[in-house]
């Protein structure tokens, strides 16, 4: 059974038009992240909780938002989406410890027209 | 300097050979470090974690070295299944997991 698991797969959206992507997770873990991988790159974290506590990447554009009403769902928001956000989006989490490692969702692909 | 570094590659191997990648680092205080594997168009699967004292898992062997702030992984005996990207993951601190560019492996019979 999928413990992390996104939706949509795919999604396509209009230039400039508000998107959200879902992450859920099964695990009851402390930690979710956001990731943006675009082909041939590795993923890039964009942020991610420890519980209610938001760590926002430097370099993370302020189109980019996310919320974690609860422990199992974490929500990425993208304002205004252009050409360049067309991706594949990949939500992790973790336990928290020191040694744990992530589990990832399938990924929502993204393409903006 | 990027935070995790690694040689793209790709590595081009035959069947049955060992191949060895390495993956840099520059936060001294990064806490802990993992292989994991991406095959074309999935998300990153976990390949083996990497301890300080080194681990062995079947035909896979991590290494750390802390005093020179890199991991290496080695595989013996390559399959064309082991084609793949193989990305290195260092937790930063705080929890931060950060990628490495990726090597890409290539397998050929």
């Known amino acids: 059974d999928a413990m992390v698991i996104q939706n949509p797969r795919y999604q396509v959206t209009q230039f400039g038009k508000p998107v959200t992507l879902s992450c859920s997770q099964t695990?009851?873990?402390?930690?979710m992240y956001w990731y943006q991988q675009k082909s041939s790159q590795a993923p890039k974290l964009l942020f991610h909780y420890y519980d209610k506590d938001f760590n926002n990447e430097a370099d993370t554009p302020d189109n980019f938002q996310s919320r974690r009403p609860n422990t199992s769902f974490c929500f990425l928001d993208i304002r205004s989406p252009g050409l360049g956000d067309a991706a594949m989006y990949l939500c992790?989490?973790?336990?928290?410890?020191?040694?744990?490692?992530?589990?990832f969702g399938q990924g929502t692909r993204l393409t903006v027209v | 300097r990027k935070e995790v570094e690694q040689d793209p590659g790709p590595f081009n191997v035959p069947e049955g050979a060992t191949v060895a990648f390495n993956c840099t680092y520059s936060n001294s205080a990064s806490q802990s470090f993992f292989w994991y594997r991406q095959d074309c168009r999935k998300e990153p699967k976990l390949l083996m974690s990497v301890y300080s004292s080194g681990n062995e898992d079947g035909r896979f062997t991590a290494q750390l070295n802390r005093a020179s702030q890199y991991i290496s992984l080695l595989i013996r005996d390559s399959k064309l299944s082991d084609s793949a990207t193989y990305l290195c993951?260092?937790?930063?601190?705080?929890?931060?997991?950060?990628f490495g560019t990726g090597t890409r492996l290539l397998v050929s019979p």
């Open positions: 992790a989490t973790s336990f928290g410890g020191k040694d744990s490692e992530a589990f």
């Open positions: 695990l009851n873990h402390n930690v």
């Open positions: 993951v260092v937790n930063t601190g705080f929890q931060k997991l950060v």
